[in-house]
């Protein structure tokens, strides 16, 4: 495995967390303050990100935002708070999982491995782009556009819509998402599902899309939902 980065403010945790990594077969850096871990972001190749939501400087929902813009690394989202508004907010803005404190190393890991998998299954069982009518999608380098217009959109929502275009009319209950998208392991509800579905309509109806929408269907679910008569 490759560098894992640990980004909290309290040494005791980084490591703990960081000997357990090590018994993983990564190779852990630390950081202890958000400006810290931007820096140390920067500067090298990380399998995943642990990211405390509570460091000095800058905290964790700020180097959330500024990752997602450059790269789709996971990232799980740690919090010594377990309010919903919290793990909603750090789903949002593409947070791959949360965990919150206290919480054993074995934990940690558990939820590490839970995300990887969920990714290398993702990885292994798609194509490298689809498109229906003026949408484009990529999901390899991120790239989507509608028309001519680029739209970007998180990872989690770049996911969201690459199953549903995948599955053209089919209808998935918001339960189907999450499991699909979040795995078995997430402890979650699913309204986020829901924010995360409001937000990408948002974005992509910034533009014109007549031939095609991400429809609610009322009491089942969402699906993608096309006009456009296919050969």
């Known amino acids: 495995m490759g560098k894992i980065l640990i980004a909290d403010d309290n040494i005791q945790i980084t490591r703990i967390l960081s000997e357990f990594a090590r018994k993983e077969g990564f190779e852990p850096v630390t950081a202890h303050d958000g400006i810290e871990t931007t820096n140390i972001f920067k500067q090298g190749q990380f399998e995943i990100i ?19 813009r450059v790269s789709n690394v996971p990232i799980i989202m740690i919090t010594a708070r377990g309010e919903d508004f919290e793990r909603i907010m750090g789903l949002d803005i593409g947070a791959d999982d949360y965990i919150v404190k206290p919480f054993s190393g074995d934990e940690v890991m558990a939820r590490v491995r839970a995300v990887l998998r969920r990714l290398e299954r993702t990885s292994q069982n798609i194509m490298d782009s689809l498109s229906y009518d003026n949408l484009s999608v990529c999901l390899e380098s991120g790239f989507v556009s509608v028309g001519e217009k680029q739209v970007i959109l998180t990872k989690k929502e770049l996911e969201i819509l690459w199953l549903l275009l995948e599955n053209k ?9 999450l499991n699909s998208l979040w795995g078995y392991d997430y402890y979650g509800d699913n309204r ?9 309509r948002a974005k992509l109806d910034a533009w014109p899309h007549p031939n095609w929408q991400i429809k609610t269907v009322w009491g089942m679910g969402y699906k993608f939902e096309g006009k456009v008569n296919e050969i």
């Open 50 to 68: 642990l990211l405390d939501v509570m460091m000095p400087k800058k905290d964790g929902f700020e180097i959330c935002r500024e990752i997602r």
């Open 169 to 177: 009319e089919k209808i998935f209950s918001r339960d189907n998402l």
């Open 192 to 200: 986020t599902v829901d924010s995360h579905i409001k937000r990408l």
